[in-house]
């Protein structure tokens, strides 16, 4: 790839959040040339080689897949950055929660239509319907990532 068609770092905004997990990662959102915030989040402590390892698998997966791969299944990977063996760079990906605050949430509720996620799946879902489950399927993995963040 030519570099100089990269996107360049401008500038840090001048506020991170720093995260409330053991390690206390923290986030950081840089302004590129290409007039787009790029969000990251920076690890510390421990080894971010082997979130990279997983990444590197998932990349190799889909690359079996391949593009006529059954109803465009695909897994949706992140760029990850190892700088020390204790030290690395994660792209941050938006509109995520972990883990552990879903299985809370779901935990606290009765009823499972209560649970936020479930609505907000329902209603993003609700776009492909009246199709048969075989156009379905390829209309939902055939959405931009953009679209889907």
């Known amino acids: 790839p030519d570099a100089r068609s990269h996107a360049k770092i401008l500038r840090f905004q001048p506020q991170i959040l720093v995260m409330s997990s053991k390690q ?4 950081l959102v840089v302004l ?3 007039e787009r915030e790029h969000w990251f989040l920076v690890k ?3 080894d971010v080689r082997l979130d990279e390892r997983v ?4 990349g190799a997966v889909n690359s079996l897949l391949g593009p006529e791969a059954i109803l465009g299944l695909r897994v949706r990977t ?3 950055v190892p700088l020390l063996p204790d030290l690395g760079v994660l792209e941050w990906v938006r509109d995520t929660k972990p883990l552990k605050m879903l299985v809370s949430e779901i935990a606290k509720v009765k009823d499972l239509e209560e649970v936020e996620a479930k609505k907000q799946r329902r209603e993003w879902a609700g776009r492909f319907r009246g199709k048969n489950p075989q156009e379905r399927y390829q209309a939902i993995f055939s959405v931009q990532r953009a ?3």
């Open 24 to 27: 206390k990662p923290k986030r």
């Open 32 to 34: 590129g040339s290409d």
């Open 44 to 46: 510390g402590g421990e």
């Open 55 to 58: 990444e590197q698998l998932f």
């Open 78 to 80: 992140y760029a990850v």
């Open 147 to 149: 679209d889907i963040e």
